[in-house]
Each structure stands twice: as structure tokens, then as C-alpha cells.
Nanobody
Framework: QVQLVESGGGLVQAGGSLRLSCAASGTATSSHVMAWYRQAPGKQRELVARISSGGGTNYANSVKGRFTISRDNGKNSVHLQMNSLKPEDTAVYYC????????WGQGTQVTVST
């Protein structure tokens, strides 16, 4: 059974940094496309960053140059380093894995204060 568990969210001031982690069990993250999504109150869930099994990355325009997605295959996990955070980055952040099915984590809250 595949499970994804996010951690690392919290409250931070604008301009600060956070590092989110997504730990997987039941399958190897290195074999799959991994992504971070976020959902702010009253808004649709949106793609933040994605990393392929080969290491190629894609980012939403709103986070380019500020966020970095990476893998740690030894720990079967994926990370999202978020720098220069803005209040509009406030959302619940979800880890997603796409294999033969799509799996989601439970989400971690990120709140950026002014």
C-alpha cells in the first residue's frame, strides 16, 4: 500500500524559508513522477513543482526562482525548498505521486505572514 506523508509546514514571515518533505512507503519514489501541489482557501488545487524519474523539473511561474524540488532516493523522499516566501504562498501543500495510479499525501499547512 502506497502512503505519502508530508512534513515541514508551518508559520513563517514573508521573505523567510521553509523546506517541505514527502516521505513515501510502499513504492520507490525514484521510479515515478513526483509533484507538489497547493490549495489556498477558496481556490483550486494547483501544481507548484514536478520532478520526473529522470530528474527533470517543472515549476509554476509564480514560484520559479524561489522554490526548488529535489529527490532523496536513499530516503525515498522528495523535498520542496521554498525561499523568499510571500503571503500568497499560503496554502495547504500536497505531495503527489503518479504511477499506475495517483496517490496524494494528507497535506501540510504553510502560512506566510506579512
Amino acid at each position: 500500500q502506497v502512503q505519502l506523508v508530508e512534513s515541514g509546514g508551518g508559520l513563517v514571515q514573508a521573505g523567510g524559508s521553509l523546506r517541505l518533505s514527502c516521505a513515501a512507503s510502499g513504492t520507490a519514489t525514484s521510479s515515478h513522477v513526483m509533484a507538489w501541489y497547493r490549495q489556498a482557501p477558496g481556490k483550486q488545487r494547483e501544481l507548484v513543482a514536478r520532478i520526473s524519474s529522470g530528474g527533470g523539473t517543472n515549476y509554476a511561474n509564480s514560484v520559479k526562482g524561489r522554490f526548488t524540488i529535489s529527490r532523496d532516493n536513499g530516503k525515498n523522499s522528495v523535498h520542496l525548498q521554498m525561499n523568499s516566501l510571500k503571503p500568497e504562498d499560503t496554502a495547504v501543500y500536497y505531495c503527489r505521486m503518479r504511477s499506475t495510479a495517483v496517490y496524494w499525501g494528507q497535506g501540510t499547512q504553510v502560512t506566510v505572514s506579512t
